[in-house]
């Protein structure tokens, strides 16, 4: 299982015959691999941590972002209430001055209906004086006997009539009177007095009106204040957030640096032919790699699959899916084939966390059936954690595995099952190839 690696590795001979010099060279070499775990570990560690910082750096960015621009629609919406509370206030002024004009159309209404009421005094007046004149006309035409009896006559009507007249016009001057009590009370109330006298109630409550979009005006002119406050120190943060966004990035990108070292000592240490915790993993990847690679080369003989239905790079999205899923035009070879390795490689060793064939681009057609699950709808957290087939892993440890052309590639990451869980492994991946075409990588991760 390990010929291929010892044969990328020749092992390191002694320069005599003297033993304790070799033995030394492979204690301090096994000490240098132990050191670099360590070191790829703590580096592991600290370059998650940084990542999570960034990623949370860049998510409250964003917020802060949304926040400023909703801060802008406010502050928008203040100097439109402001505009508002001007217009109101001018509305109401010419509110008042159509009221004043109203209050003097009253009045002239109330010394109107004063004439009316005088002219059916004057009607009453003459109704009385007419009256008299029948009752006289009617004594007149008793005397007169029998040559009277006709006048007589005209003079009771005329009295009846009289009687009728002065009825209707003391219904009239009490009709006025009730009239001229309620205009008169309406012309107060709507007539702008003195402003040492009390007003009318009309302009109390246009002052109350006038009072209170002043205040309005005093709360939306002290909001644009604070609005304004609110901004510079908004686009402070912001800058801050930055540049400190801007030193967790550089900062990461040197914990990538010692990160690189690290895998490099492991890679050289297991490079010379001592073996080291990580030897009998590599020699793993290395012969699932193998595996992999003639069901794959037998798959095309038998014409099972065709070369471009192997390398398809066309990934088509699974609608619904999230964490996206793809497919292309080998997955289901991979579902047929490649099982009988990789669940082989999950009894090799009890440290072994899952054995994977991606293709160069990162992508896991097939995963180890435990985490080969259909999705559940919306819930995310558990999709990520237990639907890990059909998607694309094109992270820096993922793509470095698929892309790899060295007999083995050994990293160490922390990998997210979802819901802010992470587990720190160690990872040997060994290229795949196909047909003189490189294919993509086996990729063997387990814990420390």
Request: glycine residues 8%; neutral net charge.
């Amino acid at each position: 299982m390990w010929s291929a690696l010892r044969r990328a590795r020749p092992p390191i001979e002694a320069a005599n015959d003297d033993q304790p010099p070799a033995l030394d060279a492979r204690a301090l070499i096994g000490d240098l691999s132990r050191e670099a775990s360590s070191l790829g570990r703590d580096a592991a560690e600290v370059r998650g941590a940084i990542d999570d910082s960034i990623k949370a750096a860049t998510a409250q960015a964003e917020a802060l972002r949304v926040l400023a621009g909703q801060l802008t629609q406010v502050t928008a919406s203040q100097q439109a209430i402001a505009g508002e509370v001007q217009a109101g206030t001018g509305a109401v002024e010419r509110a008042r001055q159509a009221v004043d004009a109203v209050g003097q159309e009253v009045s002239g209404i109330v010394d109107t209906l004063r004439d009316v009421s005088k002219a059916a005094h004057q009607i009453t007046k003459i109704a009385m004086q007419t009256r008299l004149v029948a009752f006289n006309a009617s004594v007149e035409a008793k005397r007169a006997g029998e040559a009277g009896r006709g006048f007589a006559v005209v003079a009771d009507a005329v009295k009846d009539l009289a009687g009728r007249v002065d009825e209707s016009s003391r219904h009239i001057m009490e009709t006025v009177g009730r009239l001229d009590a309620r205009i008169g009370a309406l012309a107060r109330d709507i007539q702008r007095q003195d402003p040492q006298q009390a007003q009318g109630a009309v302009h109390v409550a246009l002052g109350d009106v006038v009072q209170g979009v002043e205040r309005i005006r005093g709360a939306a002119g002290q909001s644009l204040a604070h609005c304004a406050g609110l901004g510079e120190r908004m686009g402070t943060i912001e800058g801050e957030m930055n540049r400190t966004n801007a030193t967790l990035t550089n900062t990461l990108d040197r914990t990538e640096a010692f990160l690189r070292v690290s895998e490099r000592m492991i890679e050289f240490t297991a490079a010379c032919g001592i073996e080291t915790a990580d030897t009998r993993f590599i020699g793993a990847a290395q012969d699932a790699a193998a595996r992999i690679t003639a069901l794959l080369e037998d798959a095309l003989q038998r014409g099972k699959v065709t070369t471009d239905e192997l390398f398809d790079e066309h990934y088509v999205a699974v609608p619904g899916t999230n964490p996206q899923q793809h497919t292309t035009r080998f997955a289901p070879l991979a579902d047929r084939a490649f099982p009988s390795v990789q669940e082989a490689m999950l009894q090799f060793d009890s440290q072994v966390v899952f054995c994977i064939a991606a293709d160069r681009n990162g992508y896991i057609a097939c995963h180890n059936q435990k985490y080969n699950h259909s999705q559940r709808g919306g819930d995310v957290v558990w999709n990520t954690a237990n639907c890990r087939n059909r998607r694309i892993f094109n992270d820096r440890t993922g793509l470095a595995s698929a892309r790899n052309t060295k007999p083995f590639l050994l990293q160490t990451y922390r990998r997210d099952m979802g819901g802010g869980n992470f587990v720190l492994l160690k990872e040997a991946a060994a290229p795949i190839t196909v047909a003189g075409r490189h294919w993509g990588g086996l990729r063997l991760a387990y814990r420390f």
